[in-house]
Structures are given as C-alpha cells and as structure tokens.
Nanobody
Framework: EVQLVESGGGLVQTGGSLRLSCAAS????????IAWFRQAPGKEREGVSC???????LYGDSVKGRFTVSRDNAKNLVYLQMNSLKVEDTAVYFC????????????????WGQGTQVTVSS
C-alpha cells in the first residue's frame, strides 16, 4: 500500500519559515516525481513545486525565490523549505506522487497524502 505522510505544518508569523516533509512508503521512491500542492478555503488547488525522479524542479510563480524543494532518496523523503512566508501562503499543503512526469498537473498524480495545515498570521 502506497502511503504519503506530510508533516511540519503549523502556525507562523509573516516572514517566518517552515519546513514540510513528505514521507513515502510502499513505492519505489526513486522512480517517482513528488509534487507539493496547496488548497486554501474557497480556492482551487494550486501547484507549489515538484521534483522529478531526475531532480528536475519546478515552482509555482507565487513561491519562486521563497520555497525550495529537495528530496532524499535514501530516506524516501521530500522536503519543502518555505521562507519569507506570507499570509496568502496559508493553506493545506499536500504532497503527491506520480510515476511519470506529472510536473504541476494535479490530475496526473495518483497518490496523495492527507495534507498538513500551514497558517501564516499577520
């Protein structure tokens, strides 16, 4: 059974930082692209970042220069370092896995975590 478990969310003030983790099990991790998506109340799901099996990386326009994605294949982990957080970053953050090149297309990802809440206060 494939499982993705996010952690690291919480409450932080504007300008602060958080590091999210996505722990994967039940799949050949090195073969999967992992993406981060987020969804705020009343808004559509938004692509935040992705990292492919070959370490190709993309970021959404709203987080470029502030967020950094990385993966540790030895530990089956993907990290999302979030710096200079803004109120508009408040959302539930999900990680997702795709065995091809899903990039930032949420419809391409077949496995999803349960999400972790990130709240940025002003």
């Amino acid at each position: 059974e494939v499982q993705l478990v996010e952690s690291g969310g919480g409450l932080v003030q504007t300008g602060g930082s958080l590091r999210l983790s996505c722990a994967a099990s039940g799949l050949t991790f090195v073969d999967y692209a992992i993406a981060w998506f987020r969804q705020a109340p009343g808004k559509e799901r938004e692509g935040v970042s992705c990292i492919t099996s070959s370490d190709f990386i993309l970021y959404g326009d709203s987080v470029k220069g502030r967020f950094t994605v990385s993966r540790d294949n030895a530990k089956n982990l993907v990290y999302l370092q979030m710096n200079s957080l803004k109120v508009e970053d408040t959302a539930v953050y999900f990680c997702a896995a795709d065995d091809a090149y899903g990039l930032m297309d949420s419809g391409a990802y077949e496995y999803w975590g349960q999400g972790t809440q990130v709240t940025v206060s002003s």
